[in-house]
């Protein structure tokens, strides 16, 4: 964690004899942070051993130019990484509830388990992209033909991280984009606040996996996001923001 530190700091310190909140994403998370946060995505226990690249990641990122660099604060792009990367550890765990390192497993996984929901466009990549119209809007996105070639998304990892963060910086009317939830750019409608939709951390959830995960109080699930996302607020040297949770909240 010291040596951590001393990663976070030089970085920080860099950005801002730049100027600027963050000059990109490299300068937050290093190979070395990137090491880190991930431990075990490399365990041969992991079915995505060997996949989920720093290099990717770092590539992908870039056809994204204001993901985890767009934030008023150097802060909030830390904020913003830390909170994708809680999501989507949470997505990809092969940790046990309950056991010491159950916040090291993230990116373990690169696709669906029983691969059972909506097949062939069952979930893959870091944020288990699912469903027909999630791949045609990625694909779309980024220039692949995931629909005819959903294996895309878990054999490549470029094409995996960009389906993650196209999902992360894109709103889905009625549900705003994660990454503008994160930075506070989300001002909840008077529907939001009769749902109990409020800014925070536990928005992004309800954005990813509401209809199962929110409104029905406490559950493991909501525990195992948080978990991973104070892991590496805490990595960051970031505050959590308010609403970790959706416990209450109906979905979107």
């Known amino acids: 964690m010291a040596r951590f530190a001393v990663v976070a700091c030089a970085a920080a310190a860099a950005a801002l004899l730049l100027g600027v909140a963050a000059a990109d994403v490299a300068s937050i998370i290093t190979q070395d942070v990137y090491n880190q946060m991930l431990p075990n995505r490399d365990n041969p226990l992991c079915p995505a051993n060997g996949f989920y690249t720093y290099d990717a990641f770092i590539q992908a990122a870039s056809s994204f130019p204001g993901f985890g660099t767009s934030g008023s604060t150097y802060e909030l792009?830390?904020?913003e990484l830390a909170a994708?990367?809680?999501?989507?550890s949470h997505e990809t765990t092969g940790g046990t509830r309950g056991a010491a390192d159950q916040f090291q497993w993230g990116y373990c996984f690169k696709e669906e388990i029983s691969k059972a929901t909506s097949p062939p466009y069952y979930g893959r990549g870091p944020i288990q992209l699912t469903g027909q119209v999630n791949y045609q809007q990625a694909g779309d996105a980024i220039g692949q033909d995931l629909v005819s070639n959903p294996d895309l998304v878990s054999s490549d990892p470029v094409v995996?991280?960009?389906?993650?963060?196209w999902f992360w910086m894109t709103a889905q009317s009625p549900k705003p984009s994660c990454h503008d939830?994160?930075?506070g750019n989300w001002a909840p409608s008077d529907a939001d606040a009769a749902a109990g939709r409020v800014p925070g951390y536990g928005a992004i959830t309800n954005i990813i996996n509401g209809g199962i995960e929110c409104g029905v109080g406490?559950?493991?699930?909501?525990?195992d996001r948080i978990g991973y996302y104070q892991r590496y607020c805490d990595m960051?040297?970031?505050g959590y923001g308010d609403?970790?949770?959706c416990y209450s909240q109906q979905h979107f």
């Open 77 to 79: 792009n830390r904020r």
């Open 84 to 88: 994708f990367f809680g999501q989507t």
């Open 160 to 165: 995996s991280f960009k389906t993650a963060i």
């Open 181 to 183: 939830v994160i930075l």
């Open 218 to 223: 406490p559950n493991d699930a909501n525990v």
């Open 236 to 238: 960051f040297g970031v």
């Open 243 to 245: 609403n970790l949770d």
